[in-house]
C-alpha cells in the first residue's frame, strides 16, 4: 500500500536524518530499489520524473507495477510514490493514477502564479491524502531538457509557499541536478539555515544529492533537510556495472544474452548504491 510522504518526512525531520528519494526508469529500478529499503527497514520514496513516466508508457503503468510489485515482493516498509518536478497538468495526471505524493515545480513561474497553482493543489492534495512537493528558486543543473545554474532561494518566498500548506518544501541552496562541475561552489549553508529558521519544522528537500561531498549532506540535514533526491548515482553505477559485463564478453557465455543476466550486474549495483545513500542519510531501520 502506498502512503503520502508526510509522516515520514516528519519522522525524519524531528529523528535528524534523511529519506531517500530515488528515481525509478523502469522494472529493473523499481525492485532494486524496493528490496533494499525493505531489507534495510529504510521507509523510501521512489520518484518518478515526467520523462520517465512518460518512457514508461503513461502514471497509470507506474502505479500498476509499483503496487504489484510490492504486493508480490511483501514490501512492508513505507513506500511514497512520487511525481518529482511534475508540472501543473503533470500533477493531475497523477493524482489521477494515483500516485501517493506529487511535486509541483513552480519555481519558473513568477511567485504569485506558483502561489496559486500550489493553493489549489494543498487543497486537492489534502483531499485525497497525498504529500505536496513546492520548489523555490530553480535547482541547477539539467532537468529534462532545462539547464539551470543552481540558485539560492529566496528565503521570504519560501516561508510564502511554505504557509500555504505544502508537505515539504525544495529550496535552491546552490545545489544543481547531474554531475557536479570542477568549479561548484558548495552548498549555501547560509540560505538553508535562513529558510529553515523561517519554515519552522517544514521538512526541507535537497535535490541533487549525486556528487554532494558527505559532509554537506550530513551538515545539511542537520538544518533541516528531511529529503534527499538521488538519480545520476544509480544512473552511473547501473551503467559501469553493465558496461563491465559486456566488456568482459559475459553476454557471449551460454545464455548470458538473456535480459535477466545482462541486467542483473546493474540491478545489483543500483541496490548497493541505494544502500549506500541509505547509510549515509541514517534512514536504516527507522521503518520499524
Known sequence: MLVSAKEMLQKAKAGKYAVGQFNINNLEWTKAILLTAQELKSPVILGVSEGAGKYMTGYKTVVGMVKGMMEELKITVPVALHLDHGSYEGCMKCIEAGFSSIMFDG?????????????????????????????VGSIGGEEDGVIGKGECADPQEC????????????????????????NWEGLSFETLQAVSELTGDM??????????????IKKAISLGVAKINVNTEC????????????EEGKDLQGKGFDPRKLLAPGTEAIKATVKEKMELFGSIGKAE
Open 203 to 216: 521538512p526541507l528537500v535537497l535535490h541533487g544529492g549525486t556528487g554532494i561531498p558527505e559532509d554537506q
Open 107 to 135: 519555481s519558473h513561474f513568477p511567485i504569485d502564479e506558483n502561489v496559486e497553482k500550489t493553493t489549489e493543489l494543498v487543497k486537492i492534495c489534502a483531499e485525497k491524502g497525498m504529500s505536496l512537493e513546492a520548489e
Open 159 to 182: 516561508k510564502k509557499i511554505a504557509d500555504l500548506g505544502v508537505t515539504m518544501l525544495a529550496a535552491g541552496i546552490g545545489n544543481i541536478h547531474g554531475k557536479y562541475p570542477a
Open 235 to 246: 544512473q552511473l553505477s547501473f551503467a559501469a556495472a553493465t558496461r563491465k559485463y559486456i
